[in-house]
T-cell receptor, first 111, second 116 residues
């Protein structure tokens, strides 16, 4: 089964607002990562949170991880038009190089 | 240099053609990956190379043939593809996982493949 299944959402917000998206997974993970993809282009790594971490920040990004609920959230604060993209969570396993990607969230930031 | 490059950017090929996709990285990463991505879907893992050896093949049809000539290069040879193989093909690289440690992947911009 596919890990890292965030709620498939299309989120439309005004510039300056915060955007939150969620991710759930099913089995034990080594880490959880978030990636951004602008239309039809390659993915860009945003942030990695390890299974023994609960919260991590990077610039305007805040990621939380709740291993008891097998879920994660990505918060983008003070959104900008340039944040318009698809956001994927991906779970990393112990023992191999696989990343399992979730369905993705389409975020549109309206200027 | 944190860039992964892929060529060509776009490729149109007939079902009887043979073509190759190329990927290059100069970050010293020893793990390299091929993914296939359909529109509005997440990337699907196809192959993983670890220290230039194929370590994971996700049951990909034999009309896709990967090759890792050296630690910086990754190729995907295409032959007798079907129209449903049309997709964005993404290459990625990462540090090789160590005991208990996994690393982020760096992606190239992809090759947009159309099979006619």
């Amino acid at each position: 089964s596919q890990q890292g299944e965030e709620d498939p959402q299309a989120l439309s917000i005004q510039e300056g607002e915060n955007a939150t998206m969620n991710c759930s997974y099913k089995t034990s993970i080594n880490n959880l990562q978030w990636y951004r993809q602008n239309s039809g282009r390659g993915l860009v790594h945003l942030i990695l949170i390890r299974s023994n971490e609960r919260e991590k920040h990077s610039g305007r990004l805040r990621v939380t991880l709740d291993t008891s609920k097998k879920s994660s959230s990505l918060l983008i604060t003070a959104s900008r038009a340039a944040d318009t993209a698809s956001y994927f969570c991906a779970t990393g396993y112990y023992g191999n190089n696989r990343l399992a990607f979730g369905k993705g969230n389409q975020v549109v930031v309206i200027p | 240099d944190t860039e992964v490059t892929q060529t060509p950017k776009h490729l149109v090929m007939g079902m009887t053609n043979k073509k190759s996709l190329k990927c290059e990285q100069h970050m010293g990463h020893r793990a390299m990956y091929w993914y296939k991505q359909k529109a509005k879907k997440p990337p699907e893992l196809m192959f993983v190379y670890s220290y230039e050896k194929l370590s994971i093949n996700e049951s990909v049809p034999s009309r896709f043939s990967p090759e890792c000539p050296n630690s910086s290069l990754l190729n995907l040879h295409l032959h007798a593809l079907q129209p449903e193989d049309s997709a964005l093909y993404l290459c990625a690289s990462s540090q090789e996982p160590t005991s208990g440690q996994r690393y982020e992947q760096y992606f190239g911009p992809g090759t947009r493949l159309t099979v006619t």
